[in-house]
């Protein structure tokens, strides 16, 4: 019972930046986890970054050092800031959040990012 609503995706050229929103919204939250994937065209999806309620994160090894996850958890909102994009950055960038005690993660509508050489 929770939406997550991405925002921010666009068009930026290789070495831009960009930063990625999502809400969350609906009742009896408990959210224990948030985070971004993603899905190139005849790619599968792959995890992005992740954020705990606590603070923890962890990253991709292919964004480690250019993206930085971060979490205002009074506004049940997840952010994703991206620097030193690469044209390999292209994708649909998808929400997610896990709540506690629920197996099922919930996930966003996705946003475009697409980066140009």
């Known amino acids: 019972q929770v939406q997550l609503v991405e925002s921010g995706g666009g068009l930026v050229q290789a070495g831009g930046s960009l930063r990625l929103s999502c809400a969350a919204s609906?009742?009896?939250?408990?959210?224990?986890?948030m985070g971004w994937y993603r899905q190139a065209p005849g790619k599968q999806r792959e995890l992005v970054a992740t954020?705990?309620?606590?603070?923890?994160?962890n990253y991709a090894d292919s964004v480690k050092g250019r993206f930085t996850i971060s979490r205002d958890n009074a506004k049940n909102t997840v952010y994703l800031q991206m620097n030193s994009l690469k044209s390999e950055d292209t994708a649909v960038y998808y929400c997610?959040?896990?709540?506690?005690?629920?197996?099922?993660?919930?996930w966003g509508q996705g946003t475009q990012v697409t980066v140009s050489s």
């Open positions: 609906g009742s009896g939250l408990n959210i224990v986890l």
């Open positions: 997610t959040a896990r709540r506690f005690l629920i197996t099922q993660q919930s």
């Open positions: 954020i705990t309620s606590g603070g923890s994160t």
